[in-house]
């Protein structure tokens, strides 16, 4: 076990709901004191004049509601769901649970359904199935969405900026990668020979047994960051599982498509409960999709296990630093890439996450880690793939663009695939996930 404090402790999803079955969020708003520490705290307000603000969003719009039907504003449109106001109300006012549910509220019963707004909405929300078709043809996708007319079309048809580079799509998924390599069978046998070599149990050991909810980008678009789990956590004697699994949700709540999130929690929840009944924790390498997996998902719905669910996620650096000594195990070791300028997302922070990478890659020698500062990088999920947001995105991203390129390091590093899309984007980095990092320093080739 590590001296490490837990970051967990820091980490405490927000309780609104009670024993109340009905998910009535009028009585959070009681709780605003109206001291507006959230407006001064969101990006998008900071520079985009025209929007309210967290509070009017949260607490206002509800208090309205109370007293009577009332239409949800459309600026919860403008809300990237970067969820910092949660992090910054001194009252614990549930903000961003009250974005969501308005924004489901507005999508359902206020947007028109055969909008160019809504259909390019949910085709970034479902990003999953978009993206497991032109996997199965990963060159051929590749070339066309590299065309300019594509790019062209897609901006003058469905709204999303031509500036964006699509990403690209591995040749083989993480899953392909996983089954082909031996799945859980594999896993289990390499984690018994790491422990064996550690002196540990060489026999089946539930209490080194995790579950690995890898998302949709690491899956489709870097396996490189999926194997990089695998890999370090079976260096550390785990056994890795990798059940079936959806999208975790994360663009879907930006986009107020709660049916479709609700119906990938199903899977979710079903499948990683039935793990954690196994014995396993749940690891998650993205940071939003363990936020989703924690905060979200029993904030806005009620399943069976969710809680159980929730209480059993991890971040990947998280659980480690909790169960091992990660610090100790890196002192020793050499990296591949040294010398890295780091964005810790908003997703991380509001789970208290923010100076782990820092402090974990630190230990290693001769590494150099540049903190890039607290700025949102603007992106946020699905928020900066829309035209009409594009500008703003921008506008966010440029201290954080401004600090990585002050660092002058050669690598960037961040947990969210959407930041480091981002990071690239505004600074030309080439940009790893920590685990990668930990890869070269704890397995061997
Ligand atoms: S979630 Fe982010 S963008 Fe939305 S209101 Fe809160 S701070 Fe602003
Ligand atoms: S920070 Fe909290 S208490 Fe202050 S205005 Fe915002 S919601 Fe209200």
Same mark, same amino acid.
């Given at each position: 076990?590590?001296?490490?404090? !837990?970051?967990?402790?820091?980490?405490?999803?927000?309780?609104?709901?009670?024993?109340?079955?009905?998910?009535?969020?009028?009585?959070?708003?009681?709780?605003?004191?109206?001291?507006?520490?959230?407006?001064?705290?969101?990006?998008?307000?900071?520079?985009?004049?025209?929007?309210?603000?967290?509070?009017?969003?949260?607490?206002?719009?509800?208090?309205?509601?109370?007293? $009577?039907?009332?239409?949800?504003?459309?600026?919860?449109?403008?809300?990237? /769901?970067?969820? *910092?106001?949660?992090?910054?109300?001194?009252?614990?006012?549930?903000?961003?649970?009250?974005?969501?549910?308005? *924004?489901?509220?507005?999508?359902?019963?206020?947007?028109?359904?055969?909008?160019?707004?809504?259909?390019?909405?949910?085709?970034?929300?479902?990003? *999953?199935?978009?993206?497991?078709?032109?996997?199965?043809?990963?060159?051929?996708? /590749?070339?066309?969405?590299?065309?300019?007319?594509?790019?062209?079309?897609?901006?003058?048809?469905?709204?999303?900026?031509?500036?964006?580079?699509?990403?690209?799509?591995?040749?083989?998924?993480?899953?392909?990668?996983? !089954?082909?390599?031996?799945?859980?069978?594999?896993?289990?046998?390499?984690?018994?020979?790491?422990?064996?070599?550690?002196?540990?149990?060489?026999?089946?050991?539930?209490?080194?047994?995790?579950?690995?909810? &890898?998302?949709?980008?690491?899956?489709?678009?870097?396996?490189?960051?999926?194997?990089?789990?695998?890999?370090?956590?079976? !260096?550390?004697?785990?056994?890795?599982?990798?059940?079936?699994?959806?999208?975790? $949700?994360?663009?879907?709540?930006?986009? $107020?498509?709660?049916?479709?999130?609700?119906?990938?929690?199903?899977? /979710?929840?079903?499948?990683?409960?039935?793990?954690?009944?196994? $014995?396993?924790?749940?690891?998650?390498?993205?940071?939003?999709?363990?936020?989703?997996?924690?905060?979200?998902?029993?904030?806005?719905?009620?399943? &069976?296990?969710?809680?159980?669910?929730?209480?059993?996620?991890?971040?990947?650096?998280?659980?480690?630093?909790? &169960?091992?000594?990660?610090?100790?195990?890196?002192?020793?070791?050499?990296?591949?890439?040294?010398?890295?300028?780091?964005?810790?997302?908003?997703?991380? *922070?509001?789970?208290?996450?923010?100076?782990?990478?820092?402090?974990?890659?630190?230990?290693?020698?001769?590494?150099?880690?540049?903190?890039?500062?607290?700025?949102?990088?603007?992106?946020?999920?699905?928020?900066?793939?829309?035209?009409?947001?594009?500008?703003?995105?921008?506008?966010?991203?440029?201290?954080?663009?401004?600090?990585?390129?002050?660092?002058?390091?050669?690598?960037?590093?961040?947990?969210?695939?959407?930041?480091?899309?981002?990071?690239?984007?505004?600074?030309?980095?080439?940009?790893? &996930?920590?685990?990668?990092?930990?890869?070269?320093?704890?397995?061997?080739?």
């Amino acid at each position: 076990m590590s001296d490490a404090e !837990s970051p967990d402790d820091d980490f405490e999803p927000v309780q609104v709901f009670g024993d109340e079955t009905e998910m009535d969020l009028r009585p959070g708003s009681d709780d605003c004191y109206k001291c507006s520490t959230c407006d001064t705290n969101c990006p998008v307000a900071e520079v985009e004049d025209e929007f309210p603000g967290p509070k009017f969003q949260g607490p206002e719009q509800w208090r309205l509601k109370r007293k $009577g039907d009332h239409d949800i504003d459309d600026s919860v449109m403008k809300c990237s /769901n970067c969820m *910092r106001c949660d992090g910054a109300c001194p009252s614990n006012v549930p903000l961003s649970q009250m974005h969501n549910t308005a *924004r489901g509220e507005y999508v359902d019963e206020q947007m028109d359904k055969l909008s160019v707004e809504y259909l390019r909405n949910r085709m970034l929300s479902n990003y *999953r199935l978009l993206a497991s078709l032109g996997s199965k043809v990963p060159r051929l996708a /590749n070339f066309v969405m590299g065309l300019g007319v594509t790019s062209w079309l897609g901006e003058k048809v469905m709204g999303i900026p031509s500036e964006r580079e699509m990403p690209e799509f591995a040749t083989q998924t993480f899953r392909e990668w996983w !089954s082909e390599r031996g799945g859980n069978a594999t896993s289990k046998e390499r984690a018994r020979e790491a422990r064996a070599e550690r002196g540990g149990s060489q026999v089946s050991n539930p209490d080194k047994r995790v579950a690995y909810f &890898h998302g949709c980008y690491a899956n489709y678009n870097t396996p490189e960051v999926g194997k990089a789990m695998v890999r370090v956590f079976e !260096s550390f004697g785990y056994e890795v599982m990798v059940p079936p699994q959806r999208c975790s $949700g994360t663009p879907m709540f930006a986009n $107020g498509m709660l049916d479709d999130a609700r119906r990938a929690a199903e899977t /979710n929840v079903e499948e990683f409960v039935a793990a954690i009944g196994d $014995g396993a924790d749940v690891v998650a390498s993205c940071t939003s999709c363990s936020m989703s997996l924690r905060q979200e998902y029993p904030e806005l719905f009620d399943l &069976h296990g969710i809680e159980d669910l929730s209480n059993n996620t991890y971040e990947a650096l998280e659980y480690l630093r909790i &169960h091992e000594d990660l610090e100790g195990e890196l002192a020793d070791t050499e990296v591949d890439f040294p010398d890295v300028a780091y964005h810790a997302p908003c997703h991380a *922070r509001n789970q208290g996450l923010e100076g782990q990478a820092v402090e974990v890659t630190e230990s290693i020698d001769g590494v150099e880690a540049h903190d890039v500062g607290d700025s949102c990088s603007g992106i946020s999920g699905t928020y900066g793939w829309k035209e009409e947001h594009y500008d703003t995105s921008m506008k966010i991203g440029e201290e954080m663009f401004e600090h990585m390129e002050a660092a002058d390091a050669d690598t960037g590093m961040t947990e969210c695939p959407t930041c480091a899309m981002q990071m690239e984007h505004g600074t030309g980095y080439e940009i790893k &996930h920590p685990l990668e990092l930990l890869e070269t320093a704890l397995v061997e080739e």
